[in-house]
C-alpha cells in the first residue's frame, strides 16, 4: 500500500471559552448544606462557571475552537480532521464534531469525530489527531475538550455538585519535522469501572470519591512517570504539570510526588472546578492567554476518571507567533 512516511505533529494554537455566569462557593451554600471552607478544604475550589440557557457543549466547543484557529493562524478551510471530546453530549447525531465544523465553516467537510472517555477525553482525542497527522490522514486537526457538567449534576448531593464546572478548551494539532507530540500512554482501570458514572433517566454524575482519591494518591504517580518514559525524557525534562483538574488535593500531591515543585503547574480548578474532557485544554488555553505558560517546552498531560480510563502523553508547548 502506498503509505507516507511517519512525520512529526505539533500544537499550534490554543482557544478556550466558558460561560459568563460565575457561582462562588457562599452562593453554593444557600442550595445546599456546605460552606467556602469546607469545600476549600477538601477541593481547592473556590468558582465554577455555570451554562446559562444558551450554553450548550457545542456551542461552546465552536467558540473554544474559533480561538483556538485564530490563535495559530489556522483557516478553517486548512483542517481536515475535527475531535470533540466529550461525556455530557446531549445528541447523538448530528454530533458536536460536525456542527463544529459547519458552524466554524469548514466547507472542505473535515473527517468529524466524538469520543467520549470522560475525564481522559481530550488525551484520547489528541493521541488520535497526532497518529492521523503523523501516518498523513489530516494535515490540521482542531481537537476539543466541552462539557456541561452543571447539567447532569444532582444539586441536592454536596459531595459532588460542589465539583463541577462547564467549560471548553480547544487545541490545533499541524505537521512538525520533529515529533513535538509524545506517544499516548493510556489504558483503563477495570476494577473501577463503576467508580464515576453518568447514568439514571434523568441522567445524573455519582462517583465513589475515597476509591478516586485512593487510586489518585498511590498509583496515578507510576502512570504518569509512564507517560514521560514513553517520549523518551525524565522527569526533570517536563517544564509544565497539565493534569486532569479533578480536585486541587489530588494535583498537589501528584506534583510533589513527580519533584515538579519548581515547575509550572495548571491549577484551574479553584477558579473553573472540574470540567471532566475540558479540564486539561482549558487550564493551558487560559495560562496561554495570560501569557503565564513557558513557550517551546516540554508538558506533561494527564487525564484520569470516567470509566475508568486514563491516558497522558508530553507536548511540546507552543512559540509565539
Given at each position: 500500500m502506498n503509505t507516507p512516511a511517519l512525520r512529526g505533529s505539533r500544537i499550534l494554537g490554543f482557544g478556550h471559552h466558558q460561560p459568563e455566569r460565575i457561582l462562588t462557593n457562599d452562593e453554593l451554600s444557600t442550595m445546599v448544606d456546605t460552606n467556602d471552607e469546607w469545600i476549600t478544604t477538601r477541593t481547592g475550589i473556590k468558582t465554577r462557571h455555570i451554562a446559562g440557557p444558551d450554553d450548550s457543549v457545542t456551542s461552546m466547543a465552536i467558540e473554544a475552537g474559533r480561538k483556538a484557529l485564530a490563535d495559530a493562524g489556522v483557516a478553517p478551510s486548512e483542517v481536515g480532521l475535527v475531535i470533540v471530546a466529550s461525556t455530557t453530549h446531549?445528541?447523538?447525531?448530528?454530533?458536536?464534531?460536525?456542527?463544529?465544523?459547519?458552524?466554524?465553516?469548514?466547507?472542505?467537510?473535515?473527517?468529524?469525530?466524538?469520543?467520549?472517555?470522560?475525564?481522559?477525553?481530550?488525551e484520547y482525542a489528541l493521541?488520535?489527531?497526532?497518529?492521523?497527522?503523523?501516518?498523513?490522514?489530516?494535515?490540521?486537526?482542531?481537537?476539543?475538550?466541552?462539557?456541561?457538567?452543571?447539567?447532569?449534576?444532582?444539586?441536592?448531593?454536596?459531595?459532588?455538585?460542589?465539583?463541577?464546572?462547564?467549560?471548553?478548551?480547544?487545541?490545533?494539532?499541524?505537521?512538525?519535522?520533529?515529533?513535538?507530540?509524545?506517544?499516548?500512554?493510556?489504558?483503563?482501570?477495570?476494577?473501577?469501572?463503576?467508580?464515576?458514572?453518568?447514568?439514571?433517566d434523568p441522567e445524573r454524575f455519582s462517583q465513589e470519591g475515597r476509591s478516586i482519591y485512593r487510586w489518585a494518591i498511590t498509583e496515578a504517580e507510576g502512570h504518569a512517570r509512564a507517560v514521560v518514559e514513553a517520549a523518551g525524557l525524565t522527569m526533570d525534562d517536563i517544564e509544565v504539570f497539565a493534569f486532569h483538574q479533578a480536585n486541587l488535593r489530588i494535583i498537589e500531591p501528584l506534583v510533589a510526588a513527580?519533584?515538579?515543585?519548581?515547575?509550572?503547574?495548571?491549577?484551574?480548578?479553584?477558579?473553573?472546578?472540574?470540567?471532566?474532557?475540558?479540564?486539561?485544554?482549558?487550564?493551558?488555553?487560559?495560562?496561554?492567554?495570560r501569557g503565564e505558560l513557558p513557550e517551546g517546552v516540554p508538558a506533561l498531560l494527564f487525564g484520569f476518571g470516567g470509566g475508568f480510563a486514563h491516558a497522558g502523553q508530553v507536548v511540546t508547548t507552543p512559540v509565539r507567533r
Open positions: 446531549r445528541d447523538r447525531a448530528p454530533y458536536t464534531a460536525g456542527r463544529v465544523a459547519a458552524a466554524l465553516g469548514m466547507s472542505n467537510g473535515p473527517a468529524p469525530i466524538d469520543i467520549n472517555t470522560a475525564c481522559s477525553g481530550f493521541a488520535l489527531a497526532d497518529q492521523s497527522v503523523r501516518t498523513g490522514a489530516a494535515d490540521i486537526a482542531l481537537v476539543i475538550g466541552s462539557e456541561t457538567l452543571s447539567s447532569i449534576a444532582d444539586w441536592t448531593d454536596r459531595s459532588t455538585c460542589v465539583l463541577v464546572g462547564d467549560g471548553a478548551g480547544a487545541a490545533v494539532i499541524g505537521v512538525s519535522d520533529t515529533a513535538e507530540i509524545g506517544p499516548v500512554s493510556w489504558g483503563s482501570v477495570p476494577h473501577l469501572e463503576q467508580a464515576v458514572r453518568v447514568s439514571g513527580l519533584d515538579g515543585g519548581s515547575k509550572y503547574v495548571v491549577r484551574d480548578v479553584v477558579e473553573s472546578g472540574n470540567t471532566s474532557a475540558a479540564s486539561v485544554p482549558l487550564g493551558l488555553s487560559k495560562a496561554w492567554e
